[in-house]
């Protein structure tokens, strides 16, 4: 089932606080939520800020696909924040190492499931991995695609989230997760 992507307007959204701003991938009409795409919390700027623009946009989970030591390396305040138990909402693993794609297919899957139920539920969910931009937009189609759009739609939804595949193993990953339904790395 094909639909259209974008808000009542037609118009990509985008939620400000403290001078951040998420940017936001267009949904398929009828889904409820909102799906947020940022650089990783604290990793150019105060920890503060990112959570005070989580709060702002209203945002239930966070969907991290840094692994622990890519987010040490990057954002050592985010990672002492995991450690202590002080992330604002939801989070909710799914480590890709950058540049690439995950090794365990499946798992992508059933994340890009959950984060689809919680939209279609209304909730708002944000992605991360180290800059918002390759495998944020490689998750973002597969949750569009599980969402209902078609490759087009998504791939557009997420290029005007300023993210998108960036290396022709995340291109390859969309596509073997629409043909196949599940994609083995």
Not at 13 to 21: D, F, K, P, Y
Not at 83 to 98: H, L, Q, S, W
Not at 106 to 134: D, F, I, K, N
């Amino acid at each position: 089932m094909s639909e259209s992507i974008g808000n009542e307007s037609g118009e990509l959204q985008r939620t400000e606080a403290s001078g951040r701003r998420f940017r936001e991938a267009p949904l398929p009409s009828g889904i409820a939520g909102r799906l947020f795409l940022d650089e990783m919390p604290g990793r150019h700027g105060p920890l503060g800020d990112a959570w005070a623009a989580v709060e702002a946009a209203r945002v239930s989970c966070i969907v991290c696909l840094a692994g622990k030591l890519e987010i040490e390396a990057k954002s050592p305040t985010y990672a002492a924040a995991i450690a202590r138990g002080e992330v604002p909402c939801d989070r909710i693993e799914c480590p890709i190492v950058d540049f690439g794609v995950p090794k365990d297919a499946a798992s992508l899957r059933a994340v890009a499931e959950s984060v689809a139920g919680r939209l279609r539920a209304g909730e708002r969910v944000l992605v991360h991995c180290g800059a918002g931009r390759g495998r944020s937009g490689m998750f973002a189609i597969c949750v569009l695609l599980v969402l209902g759009a078609s490759l087009e739609e998504a791939s557009t939804a997420a290029s005007q989230a300023k993210a998108g595949p960036e290396t022709d193993q995340q291109e390859d990953f969309v596509r073997r997760f629409v043909r196949d339904g599940s994609v083995e790395a």
